[in-house]
C-alpha cells in the first residue's frame, strides 16, 4: 500500500499545484490554456513520436494485447451509448455519443504515461506504447465518424468516412503517433542529434501535462452535470479496467506486466479530448468537462487499488 502511495503522490502532488497556482490566480486561464497548447501541440507529440519510432515491435504481432484493451474499450463505449439511450432518452444522439466516448477514453498522455512508467519502469514501456501507438487514433477516428453521423442525419456513411481526414488532420498527437509507427516501420534509426532533441522535449510533456491537467480542473464547474459525470466515471474507472484485466489474464494470458499495463491504462480517468470533441460538436460539453474532474478525483481510489493489487510488480 505504502508502495502504491508513493506511486500516485507524487503525480497527484504536480496536479494539485496547477490547480492551486490557477485558483490563487497565479496562473491565469488563459496562461494554462496555453501551456495546455504547448503540451499537446510540441512536448506530447515529441515524446510519443519518439518511443513509438524506436520500440522494438515483437516479431509476433501481439494480438492478444490489443485485442484485450480495444475490444473492452469499443465494448464499454457501446455499452455506455445504449445505457444513455434508455437512461436519458431526452438527451440528443450526439450527446449519447460523447457520454460514451467519455466512459471508455482514457488519459493516457497526461496520467497514463507517467503513472505506469513509475510504478513499473521502462519494462512496461513495450507494451504501454504498442497499445498507445493506435489508441488515439482508433477511438477519436470512431468518435468524430459517429458525430458526423449523429449531427448531420442526412449524411452518408461515405460522407463521415470521408470528412474524417480534414477532422483528424490538426490533432498534433495523432499525426505524431501516425508518423511514429511508420518510421518504426521504416526500418530506419532516428539520428542522434533528433533523438536527444526529441528526447529532451519529450521529457517536458510530463511534467508540464500534469500542471496543465490540474489548470484545467480549477476552472471546471460540475453542479450542472455531477449525474453524468458519475455515470460516465464508473464505466470509465470501474468497468472498463476490470474487464480489461478479466479479458487480458483470463482470455488471452498475457505476461503479468502486459495484463497490469494495459489494466492500469484502461483504469485511468477520462482525457481530455472528450471536452476537446464535445467543444468541436457544441453537444454535451457540460457532461464531458464534469466527467474530467470526477474521474480524476475517483481515480485517487480506484488507481490506489489497483497499483497495490498489482504491488508485486511495482518497480521498487
Same mark, same amino acid.
Given at each position: /500500500?505504502? &508502495?502504491?502511495?508513493?506511486?500516485?503522490?507524487?503525480?497527484? =502532488?504536480?496536479?494539485? #499545484?496547477?490547480?492551486?497556482?490557477?485558483?490563487?490566480? /497565479?496562473?491565469?486561464?488563459?496562461?494554462?490554456?496555453?501551456?495546455?497548447?504547448?503540451?499537446?501541440?510540441?512536448? =506530447? !507529440?515529441?515524446?510519443?513520436?519518439?518511443?513509438?519510432?524506436?520500440?522494438?515491435?515483437?516479431?509476433?504481432?501481439?494480438?492478444?494485447?490489443?485485442?484485450?484493451?480495444?475490444?473492452?474499450?469499443?465494448?464499454? /463505449?457501446?455499452?455506455?451509448?445504449?445505457?444513455?439511450?434508455?437512461?436519458?432518452?431526452?438527451?440528443?444522439?450526439? =450527446?449519447?455519443?460523447?457520454?460514451?466516448?467519455?466512459? $471508455?477514453?482514457?488519459?493516457?498522455?497526461?496520467?497514463?504515461?507517467?503513472?505506469?512508467?513509475?510504478? *513499473?519502469?521502462?519494462?512496461?514501456?513495450?507494451?504501454?506504447?504498442?497499445?498507445?501507438?493506435?489508441?488515439?487514433?482508433?477511438?477519436?477516428?470512431?468518435?468524430?465518424?459517429?458525430?458526423?453521423? &449523429?449531427?448531420?442525419?442526412?449524411?452518408? +456513411?461515405?460522407?463521415?468516412?470521408?470528412? #474524417?481526414?480534414?477532422?483528424?488532420?490538426?490533432?498534433?498527437?495523432?499525426?505524431?503517433?501516425?508518423?511514429?509507427?511508420?518510421?518504426?516501420?521504416?526500418?530506419?534509426?532516428?539520428?542522434?542529434?533528433?533523438?536527444? *532533441? +526529441?528526447?529532451?522535449?519529450?521529457? @517536458?510533456?510530463?511534467?508540464? @501535462? #500534469?500542471?496543465?491537467?490540474?489548470? &484545467?480542473?480549477?476552472?471546471? $464547474?460540475?453542479?450542472?452535470?455531477?449525474?453524468?459525470?458519475?455515470? /460516465? %466515471?464508473?464505466?470509465? +474507472?470501474?468497468?472498463? !479496467?476490470?474487464?480489461?484485466?478479466?479479458?487480458?489474464?483470463?482470455?488471452?494470458?498475457? !505476461?503479468?506486466?502486459?495484463?497490469?499495463?494495459?489494466?492500469?491504462?484502461? @483504469?485511468?480517468?477520462?482525457?481530455?479530448?472528450?471536452?476537446?470533441?464535445?467543444?468541436?460538436?457544441?453537444?454535451?460539453?457540460?457532461?464531458?468537462? %464534469?466527467?474530467?474532474?470526477? %474521474?480524476?478525483?475517483?481515480?485517487? =481510489?480506484? #488507481?490506489?487499488?489497483?497499483?497495490?493489487?498489482?504491488?508485486?510488480?511495482?518497480?521498487?
Amino acid at each position: /500500500m505504502l &508502495t502504491a502511495a508513493s506511486v500516485i503522490f507524487p503525480v497527484i =502532488a504536480i496536479i494539485a #499545484l496547477g490547480f492551486f497556482l490557477v485558483r490563487a490566480n /497565479m496562473f491565469t486561464p488563459h496562461q494554462n490554456t496555453a501551456l495546455n497548447k504547448f503540451v499537446f501541440m510540441i512536448a =506530447a !507529440p515529441a515524446l510519443l513520436f519518439r518511443n513509438v519510432a524506436v520500440t522494438e515491435f515483437p516479431e509476433a504481432t501481439p494480438w492478444g494485447l490489443w485485442l484485450s484493451y480495444y475490444l473492452v474499450m469499443f465494448g464499454c /463505449m457501446a455499452l455506455s451509448i445504449g445505457l444513455a439511450r434508455v437512461l436519458m432518452p431526452r438527451r440528443s444522439g450526439a =450527446a449519447w455519443v460523447i457520454i460514451g466516448f467519455g466512459s $471508455s477514453f482514457s488519459n493516457t498522455v497526461m496520467l497514463g504515461i507517467p503513472i505506469i512508467l513509475t510504478a *513499473f519502469g521502462e519494462a512496461a514501456a513495450l507494451p504501454l506504447f504498442l497499445v498507445l501507438a493506435f489508441h488515439g487514433l482508433l477511438i477519436f477516428s470512431t468518435g468524430i465518424l459517429l458525430m458526423e453521423l &449523429t449531427t448531420a442525419p442526412s449524411r452518408s +456513411l461515405r460522407g463521415a468516412i470521408l470528412a #474524417l481526414p480534414q477532422a483528424l488532420s490538426n490533432q498534433s498527437v495523432l499525426i505524431a503517433l501516425l508518423a511514429g509507427v511508420l518510421w518504426n516501420m521504416s526500418g530506419l534509426n532516428l539520428p542522434g542529434p533528433a533523438d536527444r *532533441f +526529441l528526447n529532451i522535449l519529450g521529457q @517536458a510533456a510530463i511534467p508540464l @501535462a #500534469l500542471v496543465a491537467i490540474g489548470g &484545467t480542473l480549477a476552472t471546471v $464547474s460540475v453542479r450542472h452535470s455531477v449525474g453524468v459525470a458519475v455515470y /460516465m %466515471s464508473g464505466f470509465k +474507472l470501474v468497468v472498463q !479496467p476490470a474487464a480489461t484485466y478479466g479479458v487480458a489474464n483470463f482470455v488471452f494470458g498475457l !505476461p503479468p506486466l502486459w495484463v497490469a499495463t494495459i489494466t492500469l491504462l484502461a @483504469a485511468m480517468p477520462t482525457g481530455v479530448l472528450a471536452s476537446v470533441l464535445a467543444e468541436q460538436y457544441r453537444a454535451a460539453s457540460g457532461a464531458a468537462s %464534469s466527467s474530467i474532474m470526477v %474521474s480524476c478525483v475517483a481515480a485517487i =481510489a480506484t #488507481l490506489s487499488f489497483w497499483l497495490t493489487f498489482f504491488a508485486p510488480l511495482l518497480r521498487a
